[in-house]
Nanobody, 122 residues
Framework: QVQLVESGGGLVQAGGSLTLSCVVS????????LGWFRQAPGQARDFVAAVSWNNLVTEYADSVKGRFTISRVNAANTVFLQMNALEPEDTAVYYCALGNVPGQIENQYDFWGQGTQVTVSS
């Protein structure tokens, strides 16, 4: 049974930083791409970042480029999202997802975590 468990969310002031983690179990982690998405209250879930199985390909939403960094440690079955210069608009529930190739579309991903709340105060 594939499971993805996010952690690292919390409350931070604007301009601050957080690092989210997502641990994957139940599958061969290094065979798959990973993505991060987020959903703000009353809004659709949006793409944030994605990384290929070998860390060589990354994609970012325009809204987070230069501020967020996605990375993975295959030996630890973990993907990270380093978030810097956080803005109130980054407030959302953040989800990690596992799929065959990195991409920006939700249905490219087969498995999802339960999400972790990130709140950025102004």
């Amino acid at each position: 049974q594939v499971q993805l468990v996010e952690s690292g969310g919390g409350l931070v002031q604007a301009g601050g930083s957080l690092t989210l983690s997502c641990v994957v179990s139940g599958t061969t982690f290094e065979n798959y791409a990973l993505g991060w998405f987020r959903q703000a209250p009353g809004q659709a879930r949006d793409f944030v970042a994605a990384v290929s199985w070998n860390n060589l390909v990354t994609e970012y939403a325009d809204s987070v480029k230069g501020r967020f960094t996605i990375s993975r440690v295959n030996a630890a079955n973990t993907v990270f999202l380093q978030m810097n210069a956080l803005e109130p608009e980054d407030t959302a529930v953040y989800y990690c997802a596992l799929g065959n190739v990195p991409g920006q579309i939700e249905n490219q991903y087969d498995f999802w975590g339960q999400g972790t709340q990130v709140t950025v105060s102004s």
